[in-house]
């Protein structure tokens, strides 16, 4: 049975937030108050929206914002991590469920010749209108007051896995790797053998670490298992392999 890596991208594979590096290519590097007072909590993609139309109205073209999106670094040993994965796609399958968008997630992952370790995709939907602009949609609309309203990383990844369980596909181990609020979400939905990697010093790994002082813990059946570098998963994943 294969192995299903699930990874948030921003702050986890890439060691900063996309949707604020790419600020970098505005000439003063920064948001006018206008923009940023206009964010509402639970709302970050139509922020992003209007963040997305004021780099157009600088006139900073898409491949200008391409250059700097490709500058990102990545998490200490994730290239790593991912190279592996690519070299063994016959025994592990890889997602990515992120609050980014489209586009950056497919630049930054080309430009470091790492898209062949990731499967899917699953984010926000990014494009160049037809006035040379970026523009940013919500991913989908959820019932779930736990996340933002453009994305409950549970529905996605229960939704995944239905669909590679209708076509045969079942996965003996799964690791759910990331740093934030949004990721304690799909925690829930794993199974007792699988395993939730939170980043060290990072929310999610405090609102875990406040699970545990609950008496009822039984929503939670993975184990934790946090990290600090991508060699720490690849180590752990190397391990279940050979178990």
Not at 33 to 45: A, D, F, P, V
Not at 68 to 81: A, R, Y
Request: proline share 3%; aromatic share 8%; glycine share 6%.
């Amino acid at each position: 049975m294969k192995t299903l890596m699930v990874f948030d991208f921003d702050h986890t594979v890439v060691d900063d937030n996309s949707d604020t590096w790419v600020l970098r290519c505005l000439p003063g590097q920064t948001l006018p108050n206008s923009i940023k007072s206009s964010y509402k909590k639970g709302h970050w993609t139509e922020f992003m929206g209007r963040v997305m139309n004021y780099i157009g109205d600088q006139e900073v073209s898409p491949d200008e914002v391409r250059s700097v999106m490709e500058t990102i670094p990545f998490t200490t040993g994730m290239t790593d991590l991912l190279t592996f994965i690519s070299t063994n796609k016959n025994t592990i399958d890889c997602i990515v469920i992120s609050d980014s968008n489209t586009m950056f997630i497919d630049w930054i992952l080309h430009a470091a010749g790492l898209q062949a370790a990731v499967d899917q995709i699953f984010t926000n939907p990014a494009k160049v209108n037809e006035l040379g602009y970026m523009e940013v949609q919500c991913y989908h609309s959820h019932e779930c007051d736990r996340c933002p309203v453009n994305l409950c990383k549970r529905k996605v990844l229960e939704l995944f896995l239905a669909e590679q369980s209708d076509g045969g596909v079942e996965y003996g181990r799964i690791f759910y790797v990331g740093d934030g609020g949004n990721d304690l979400c799909p925690a829930f939905s794993l199974r007792g053998h699988d395993i939730v990697m939170p980043r060290k010093g990072y929310t999610l790994e405090k609102l875990l670490a406040k699970l545990e002082g609950q008496e009822d813990k039984t929503s939670l059946r993975a184990r934790v298992l946090a990290w600090s570098t991508g060699s720490d998963i690849l180590e752990e994943l190397i391990t279940s392999m050979q178990s």
